[in-house]
T-cell receptor, first 113, second 114 residues
């Protein structure tokens, strides 16, 4: 079993829909929780990060972390075709004086007009 | 401000050859890390460098190696290439090690091993 599990999708939604992306994890030592967006033939781009449990909102994006359930979510409101991309969750724990991220495999999101 | 620059963008090699990939971090960033991305395994950590020293290493064989120069630029090398090494190799930089919440990725080098 991988440390971080993420459904690869694809997830197809109409424009304007609310999108829910999720990851589960097994290592309770994870402290930082991130969401990245990756467009085709590009590197991942950090969308949001949260330290420990709680919610964080940035524009149309909301990240939630539930450490008791080992479950994190990313919500996208009023989804746009430009949101079509692969979304990767990542989480990290202290290692050798640094924090090394462990990534989910990514969920492919398609927002159709 | 220029982003993380990786060269080359595409590479085609044959089994048994070796390859060197290059990464120039964002100006002022001193920490560089490398990742391998494949459809089957996703994005996996290779190693992290700071002040020309490897601080962390992922679970990859010794054929994968890297180094960092005094100007923070980094290279990674893969020797005796195998078909399974075909992947997108991504470099990321941050101001300091451990700033995982402020990690910036390059566009990657797509390596194909034939």
């Amino acid at each position: 079993q991988k440390e971080v599990e993420q459904d690869p999708g694809p997830l197809s939604v109409p424009e304007g829909a609310i999108v829910s992306l999720n990851c589960t994890y097994s290592n309770s030592a994870f402290q930082y929780f991130m969401w990245y967006r990756q467009y085709s033939r590009k590197g991942p781009e950090l969308l949001m990060y949260t330290y420990s449990s709680g919610n964080k909102e940035d524009g149309r994006f909301t990240a939630q972390v539930d450490k008791s359930s080992k479950y994190i979510s990313l919500f996208i409101r009023d989804s746009q075709p430009s949101d079509s991309a692969t979304y990767l969750c990542a989480m990290s724990r202290a290692s050798g004086g640094s924090y090394i991220p462990t990534f989910g495999r990514g969920t492919s999101l398609i927002v159709h007009p | 401000k220029a982003g993380v620059t990786q060269t080359p963008r595409y590479l085609i090699k044959t089994r048994g050859q070796q390859v060197t990939l290059s990464c120039s971090p964002i100006s002022g960033h001193r920490s560089v890390s490398w990742y391998q991305q494949t459809p089957g395994q996703g994005l996996q950590f290779l190693f992290e460098y700071f002040s020309e020293t490897q601080r962390n290493k992922g679970n990859f064989p010794g054929r994968f190696s890297g180094r960092q120069f005094s100007n923070s630029r980094s290279e990674m090398n893969v020797s005796t290439l195998e078909l399974g090494d075909s992947a997108l190799y991504l470099c990321a930089s941050s101001l300091d090690p451990g700033m995982v919440e402020k990690l910036f990725f390059g566009s990657g080098t797509q390596l194909s091993v034939l």
